[in-house]
T-cell receptor, first 116, second 118 residues
Framework: GAVVSQHPSWVICKSGTSVKIECRSLDFQATTMFWYRQFPKQSLMLMATSNEGSKATYEQGVEKDKFLINHASLTLSTLTVTSAHPEDSSFYIC????????????FGEGSRLTVL | AQSVSQHNHHVILSEAASLELGCNYSYGGTVNLFWYVQYPGQHLQLLLKYFSGDPLVKGIKGFEAEFIKSKFSFNLRKPSVQWSDTAEYFCAVNDFFPLNNAGNMLTFGGGTRLMVKP
């Protein structure tokens, strides 16, 4: 099956620093990747859609300057949380859609960010 | 915009009990429907999906779901749960409303935490 890997799975950082999370599709090409945020005991909220070779599309209320998304290749998207603050602490999950498989997404393991 | 409702936030069952988790969505056009499961400490995994055809869909681990278009529902069922089914279950809908990025966006329900007592 299609595998999506996220790294790091757990990161702790100081307030004001930036953190980069990688999302890789290991055995397929993904023209589109999605970044979600999951708060404790809540569902996944879509943050942005990452398209290979173009700018990401952000959902309403998501600060594009704070959550920088880059989709440099068909197998890699990165989310950088800039100048992180404690309220950015959350579980970030990426998903990817294999080329040619409309509607079906495969999810990464998630990355838990804790900002001190 | 599409919205997905899961009515049961927490469900506690004993082993061998039958399970039904409700899922309703709002937009009535062409939809793809999914159930995902998140076991403790693990990532989301696909349980089953409906794209077209037989509205009764069989998934992994004995789960099934029935798409009832007239009720905008896609309820998840399992005749006899096991302790290992303890997890959080998410219903998701992928519709083809033009504003939703050409059908690529999944809208998730709030999730249902299932605890199965041994």
């Amino acid at each position: 099956g299609a595998v999506v890997s996220q790294h790091p799975s757990w990161v702790i950082c100081k307030s004001g620093t930036s953190v980069k999370i990688e999302c890789r599709s290991l055995d397929f090409q993904a023209t589109t990747m999605f970044w979600y945020r999951q708060f404790p005991k809540q569902s996944l909220m879509l943050m942005a859609t990452s398209n290979e070779g173009s700018k990401a599309t952000y959902e309403q209320g998501v600060e594009k300057d704070k959550f920088l998304i880059n989709h440099a290749s068909l197998t890699l998207s990165t989310l950088t949380v800039t100048s992180a603050h404690p309220e950015d602490s959350s579980f970030y999950i990426c998903s990817a859609r294999p080329r040619g498989r409309a509607g079906e997404l495969f999810f990464g393991e998630g990355s838990r960010l804790t900002v001190l | 915009a599409q919205s997905v409702s899961q009515h049961n936030h927490h469900v506690i069952l004993s082993e061998a009990a039958s399970l039904e988790l409700g899922c309703n969505y709002s937009y009535g056009g062409t939809v793809n429907l999914f159930w995902y499961v998140q076991y403790p400490g693990q990532h989301l995994q696909l349980l089953l999906k409906y794209f077209s055809g037989d509205p009764l869909v069989k998934g992994i681990k004995g789960f099934e779901a029935e798409f009832i278009k007239s009720k905008f529902s896609f309820n998840l069922r399992k005749p006899s749960v096991q302790w290992s089914d303890t997890a959080e279950y998410f219903c998701a809908v992928n519709d083809f409303f033009p504003l939703n990025n050409a059908g690529n966006m999944l809208t998730f329900g709030g999730g249902t935490r299932l605890m199965v007592k041994p």
